[in-house]
């Protein structure tokens, strides 16, 4: 696709007239937890891609799909039952353990948006903003690394891991550069993402007397994103002239 894209830069001038073109991208969001989401996770990053289609009337039809990942989780206590006399964890050896609890997820999207061009310069970009529905997965991620411990291995984890699944919406505004030339071509703006999941475990280890809520949550995300893409376009057909 980036061949396609560089051997036709000569073929197209978005600055005269807008054009309808397929692309396709990669992109990065940093993100703050709020709501419901706040009480488990801090900041978490989005890497993920996109591919779309653009009209000639800047109609924007998309869909992408995000990795979720961070370092920072606020529940505590979640091994207190495992911890010895000494404060410690101890794997299968006896040996001192180290247990890391990390935040991942999914989400994946249909999205539907508009092109406004701006200043007149260049009739394909401008503020650029698309809303949508998708899927939202959350969950921790319990890591034992290369320690065996009993109470944390294959299945046991799913006691801990607080996984939640539901739909999502989400709303960016921003603004998209398509170049006339080369392939300098990204768009970056404000992000924003409804997420409505349930729990999906029905009894957690670390609070086996306390039932698990079935109610619908609201895990809010907002911050930033910013991304490349590269526009497939079509190669025009060439001119011949004969005498």
Not at 77 to 96: A, E
Not at 115 to 139: A, D, E, M, R, T
């Amino acid at each position: 696709m980036l061949f396609i894209s560089l051997c036709s830069n000569a073929q197209r001038n978005v600055k005269d007239s807008a054009i309808s073109t397929p692309w396709v991208g990669v992109h990065y969001g940093a993100n703050l937890p709020g709501a419901d989401l706040l009480a488990r996770y801090g900041f978490l990053n989005h890497v993920g891609f996109m591919a779309g289609y653009k009209t000639k009337k800047q109609w924007y039809y998309g869909l992408d799909a995000n990795f979720i990942f961070g370092r920072t989780v606020h529940m505590t206590g979640l091994f207190d039952h495992l911890v010895d006399d000494k404060g410690n964890i101890t794997d299968v050896n006896g040996d001192i353990a180290k247990v890391f609890v990390m935040p991942r997820g999914f989400n994946a999207n249909v999205s539907v948006g508009r092109l406004f061009p701006i200043f007149g310069s260049n009739k394909s970009s401008g503020i650029f903003i698309h809303g949508g529905l998708g899927y939202l997965l959350h969950h921790l991620r319990v890591e034992t690394q290369d320690q065996v411990i009993p109470q944390l291995e294959l299945d046991y984890k799913k006691g801990y891991d607080r996984l939640s699944i539901g739909i999502n919406t989400h709303q960016f505004v921003g603004y998209a550069f398509l170049a006339d030339g080369g392939f300098y071509n990204f768009y970056a703006g404000l992000y924003a993402q409804q997420g409505f999941t349930k729990n999906q475990r029905t009894i957690y280890f670390d609070q086996p007397t306390v039932p698990v809520s079935t109610a619908t949550r609201l895990d809010l995300q907002f911050g930033l994103r910013a991304g490349w893409f590269i526009p497939i376009y079509k190669r025009k057909p060439k001119d011949y002239y004969f005498n």
